[in-house]
Nanobody, 126 residues
Framework: QLQLVESGGGLVQPGGSLRLSCAAA????????IGWFRQVPGIEREGVSC????????YYADSVKGRFTISRDNANTTVSLQMNRLKPEDTGVYYC???????????????????WGQGTQVTVSS
């Protein structure tokens, strides 16, 4: 089973940047759709961004368009989420998730994803 591990969270001031990474030991992620989600207490987990398996299409929530960039490394072992111009409302636990295949308009549906990481905390505060 695909086991995902996130890294790169932390505390940053508004306007700052962080880079999150998602890796799966022993797997090539090329044929997997990888999504990033975030969650804050009392609110449903929301889709932030996704990179599709095979065709590498990318998707973003409206709230992060122009600020966040999702990408795969050349070896297809890691998917990164570069987060720039961070805002306090970006605070939350960020999870990466995966399913085998390509994504479509339902990329932000939590139920589409079969594997989840343990999450990494991102706090944007002055």
């Amino acid at each position: 089973q695909l086991q995902l591990v996130e890294s790169g969270g932390g505390l940053v001031q508004p306007g700052g940047s962080l880079r999150l990474s998602c890796a799966a030991a022993g797997f090539i992620l090329d044929y997997f759709t990888i999504g990033w989600f975030r969650q804050v207490p009392g609110i449903e987990r929301e889709g932030v961004s996704c990179i599709s398996g095979t065709d590498r299409r990318t998707y973003y929530a409206d709230s992060v368009k122009g600020r966040f960039t999702i990408s795969r490394d050349n070896a297809n072992t890691t998917v990164s989420l570069q987060m720039n111009r961070l805002k306090p409302e970006d605070t939350g636990v960020y999870y990466c998730a995966a399913f085998q295949g390509y994504s479509d308009a339902h990329w932000a549906d939590v139920g589409e994803y079969a594997s989840w990481g343990q999450g990494t905390q991102v706090t944007v505060s002055s």
